[in-house]
């Protein structure tokens, strides 16, 4: 069974920084990407980042240059450090996992239950 655990969220100023980080586990985790997602009031769920096995990159727009992902593969943990933090960045931020399978389909996304990140002075 895959389960991914988000923490580090909470309330903090525009300017600031926070941590999150997410602990999988059910999971190879050196052969999976995993990915942070967020979902703001009445809007859709969008990319943050993600790193896949390799240790290769991308972000979303909206973050590029204030937030970086990274991977512990010996502690199965993926973080995110968000610094300079707007009111826009305000959302539950998901977990993500991208597993390989040994049978069809051979990929399958799984999500943690989410962390609330609140930017507001």
């Known amino acids: 069974q895959v389960q991914l655990v988000e923490s580090g969220g909470g309330l903090v100023q525009p300017g600031g920084s926070l941590r999150l980080s997410c602990a999988a586990s059910?999971?190879?985790?050196?052969?999976?990407?995993m990915g942070w997602y967020r979902q703001a009031p009445g809007k859709q769920r969008e990319l943050v980042a993600r790193i896949t096995s390799g240790g290769e990159t991308t972000y979303g727009d909206s973050v590029k240059g204030r937030f970086t992902i990274s991977r512990d593969n010996a502690k199965n943990t993926v973080d995110l450090q968000m610094n300079s933090l707007k009111p826009e960045d305000t959302a539950v931020y998901y977990c993500?996992?991208?597993?390989?399978?040994?049978?069809?389909?051979?990929?399958?996304?799984?999500w943690g239950q989410g962390t609330q990140v609140t930017v507001s002075s």
């Open positions: 059910g999971v190879i985790f050196s052969s999976t990407t």
């Open positions: 993500n996992a991208n597993v390989r399978r040994t049978v069809f389909p051979f990929v399958r996304d799984y």
